[in-house]
C-alpha cells in the first residue's frame, strides 16, 4: 500500500510575535522557499507559508533591494518569481564549465519557430510555415512539444480543421518572460528582418494531412 503523503501544518499568522518580528520571519520564508526551489514560485505558493496581513510585494522587494550587489537577482518569470544570475555572468558561467547543462538546448531555427509562435498564437503548422517561406516540420513541432514548451490549441476553422499550437508556462521560464506582454516588441524584431506582422494565410491552403499534426 502506498503511504500517505504526510501533512505538515505551520503557524502561518505567528501572532505570538511583534509585528516587527512577524515581518522578518515571513520575509525569511519567502526568501527560503524560492531559494529552494528549481522553477518559479507563485504567490499561491507563497501565500501557504505566510499570513493573510503579510504584503508578499513588499517583500519581494525588500529581498531585491538586498542583492543589489550580488551577481544574481530576483525576477518575475512564469506568473511567479525565481532567482537567477545576472545577464552579464552568462559567458563567464558557461566558460567555467560548472554550470548545468540547460534543460533544452535549441536549435536556432527551434528557437525561432518557438518565438513565432509565441507572437502569433493560437498558429497552425502550415501557418508557420508560411510565415517562414518554407515548411516547418512535424518534427520541430514534436521537438517542442516534448521539451513542454508547446500545447495544442483550439483547431483552426480552416479546411480540415488542423490543431493549432500554443506556448505553455514552460516557454515563459526558459526565455525568461513574467507574460506574453513581455516578448520584444515586434516592431524591432520586423526591422531586423525576423519576424513579419502580417500573417499571410489567407490565399494558402491547408495540406490534406494538416489535421493529424499531433
Known sequence: MAKRARQIVIDKELLQL???ERHRQWAARVEAVIFASSEPVTRKALERVVGEECDIEAIIEEIRESLGGRPYELVA???GW???TRPEFADVIHASGAANAPPADLTDHQALVLMTIGYFQPVTRAEISKIFGREVSRD???TLR?????ASGPRSPTPGAPYTYITTPAF???FGFDTL???PDTEMLEDAG????TLPVDDFVEPELEDDDD
Do not use: M
Not at 516534448?146 to 508547446?150: A, D, P, S, Y
Not at 525576423?194 to 506582422?197: E, F, K, N, V
Open 82 to 84: 525565481q532567482h537567477r
Open 18 to 20: 511583534t509585528q516587527e
Open 140 to 142: 520541430t513541432i514534436a
Open 146 to 150: 516534448q521539451l513542454g514548451f508547446l
Open 77 to 79: 518569470v512564469a506568473g
Open 172 to 174: 515563459l521560464t526558459a
Open 194 to 197: 525576423l519576424l513579419s506582422r
Open 181 to 183: 506582454r513581455d516578448l
